[in-house]
C-alpha cells in the first residue's frame, strides 16, 4: 500500500483547525486534520458563548489582545462565504458604581489605540432608552458596535465541510496517541487505526495541546481547563436585551455576561474556575446560583426558572496566559496553544498566521486556480416565507414533515444535516437546532434516531449523543438480560 506523505497535518478539529485546514486548502498543497472525536467543533468550540468580541478587551502588548482585533474583522467575509449564523449585534460593558467608570474610560482607549471603531460612553439615561431591561443601578456603559454573534458550533461544520470541498482529507474518531520524528524532516503520527505522514504538524488540541507537544518532546509549557459554566433561557425571553451584556472586567475575568444567541435566545454565564480534570464539564448548583445571582443586579428579568438547559465548556489557559503559536525546537513542528477566550474571535487571524509561518519555514505554496470559496446555506424551513414553504414541501415532502415542534424543523432539514455530516444527535442538534428548544430533545430524539439510522444503515442502539459511548437506548438483547 502507497504512503502518502502530507504536507500539513492538522491535530485538533476545533474552531482553531477548521479555520486552519479552510486556510491552508486556498493553496496546492496536501493536508489532513485529524480530530479525536466522531464530529469536529466538538470539544471546547461547542461550548461557549459564540461571542465575536468587539476587538477592546485585549491589551494590544499580548498576542491574543492584537489577534482579537485582527480576528474580529475576518468574520464577515468568512459567514457571507459559508452561511452559518453570524450578526454584530454590539454590546454593552456596564458600570454598576462610580469606581467602575475608569474602567470603562480605559478600555475605550485601549480599543481606540487598536483602530476599534465607533466605541461610545453611554450616560444613564441612554442606557435606559437603548436596553430598557437593564437595572436602574447600571450608571453607564461603553457601547461597541463591533461585537457580534455566532453559532460557533455551525461554523466549525461548514468551514470544514469547505476545506473538504478544495481538498482536505479530513479523518474524525483519531485520536493522535504517539508522534515520531521520520526520515528527511518528516513525522509520523500515529492512531488507533491508521498511521499518517506529514512534513509540517500544527498542534491545535485545544485543552490537549501540552500533551500533543509532549508526545512530540517539543513541550515548554501546561494547559490548564478553565472551566465556563453557561445557562440558556427560554424564547420567553427572547429580545429582553439586544445587545451583550458585559460587567465591568476584573483583571481575571470578563465577567458574567448576558448573551442574546446568535438564534435569538438569551444564554447567561460563563463562570470561571479552574479544574484538574480535562474531562470535567459538569455544571453545578454553586455555579447556576453564582451566576443567576450576578444576573440579576443587571437585568433582574431574569430568574434561574428561565433556564432550559445548561453546559460548560473548558478554556485552554497557558502558563503565562497567552496564546503560543509559533515554531518549537524541531522542525516542522507547530504549536498553536493556550487558545482561550477570545480565541472564537481570534480562529481567522490564527489561521492565516499559521498559514504565513508554515511559508516562513519553507513550505512552497501557490493559491489554487480553482479555490472554491463557498458552501451552500442550508434550508431553515421556520424562516422562510409561507408561498415558499408551501413551494418546497409540494417538492419534496420531507419539508413538509415536522420532527422538532419547539424549533419547528423539518425532516427534510435534518436529512439535509445528515447528508452534510452529521452522525450523531448533537450533529444534527448543532446543525439544525432540533432538540434546542423548551422540551430539549423529548419530542425529536427518538425521530433523529430513526433518522441516523435509516441514513447510515446503522441499528438504532448504535446512535450516540455525541459519539463514543453516549449511547442513547440499549439493545432489546441487553434490556431483557438485566
Ligand atoms: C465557557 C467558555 C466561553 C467562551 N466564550 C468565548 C467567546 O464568547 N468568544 C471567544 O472568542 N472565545 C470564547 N471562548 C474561547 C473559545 O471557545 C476557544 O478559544 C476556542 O473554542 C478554542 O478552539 P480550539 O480549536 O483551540 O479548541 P477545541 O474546540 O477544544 O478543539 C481542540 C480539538 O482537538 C481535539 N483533540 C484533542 N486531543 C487530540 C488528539 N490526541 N488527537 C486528535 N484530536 C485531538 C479535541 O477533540 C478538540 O476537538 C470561550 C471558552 C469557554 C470555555
Known sequence: MKIVLYDVTIIGGGAIGCTIARELSRYQINVALLEKEIEVGFGTSKANSGI????????????????????????????????????????????????????????????????????????????????PSLSENAIAALFAPTTGVVNPYEACFNLIENAVLNGLNLFVSSPVQSITEGPDNTWILQTPKKEYRTRFVINAAGVFADRIAELAGVRTFSIHARKGEEYL??????????????????????????????????????????????YNLATSSAGGQQVFDFVRNVVPGISARDCIAEFAGLRAVADGEDFIIGTTSKKGFINVAGIQSPGLTAAPAIATLVADIIRDEGLSMSLKDDFEPAVPKPIHFASLPTEKQIELA?????????????????????????????????????????????????????????????????????????????????????????
Not at 475576518?74 to 454590546?91: H, M, S, T, V
Not at 451583550?244 to 448573551?259: A, E, M
Open 52 to 131: 465575536i468580541h468587539g476587538g477592546h478587551h485585549g491589551s494590544p502588548d499580548s498576542l491574543k489582545g492584537k489577534l482579537e482585533w485582527e480576528g474580529n474583522q475576518l468574520w464577515d467575509p468568512l459567514a457571507d462565504e459559508l452561511g452559518f449564523g453570524f450578526r454584530r449585534i454590539g454590546e454593552l460593558t456596564v458600570a454598576l458604581a462610580e469606581d467602575q467608570l475608569p474602567t470603562l474610560n480605559a478600555l475605550k482607549e485601549q480599543g481606540e489605540k487598536k483602530g476599534v471603531p465607533g466605541l461610545e460612553l453611554w450616560d444613564r439615561d441612554r442606557l435606559q432608552q437603548e436596553e
Open 394 to 482: 409540494r417538492q419534496n415532502p420531507s419539508y413538509g414533515q415536522i420532527v422538532c415542534r419547539c424549533e419547528l424543523i423539518t425532516e427534510g432539514e435534518i436529512l439535509d444535516a445528515i447528508d452534510r455530516g452529521a452522525k450523531t444527535l448533537d450533529g444534527i442538534k448543532f446543525r439544525t437546532r432540533a432538540g434546542m428548544g423548551r422540551c430539549q430533545g423529548g419530542f425529536c430524539t427518538s425521530r433523529c434516531m430513526e433518522l441516523l439510522s435509516r441514513k447510515m444503515d446503522v441499528p438504532i442502539p448504535e446512535i450516540t449523543k455525541r459519539g463514543g459511548e453516549s449511547w442513547v437506548v440499549k439493545p432489546r438483547t441487553e434490556l431483557t438480560a438485566t
Open 233 to 278: 433561557l427560554d424564547k420567553r425571553l427572547c429580545g429582553l436585551v439586544k445587545r451583550v451584556i458585559f460587567p465591568c472586567p476584573t483583571p481575571v475575568s470578563k465577567g458574567i455576561l448576558v448573551i442574546p444567541t446568535f438564534d435569538g435566545t438569551l444564554m447567561v454565564g460563563p463562570t470561571a474556575e479552574m479544574v484538574e480534570d480535562k
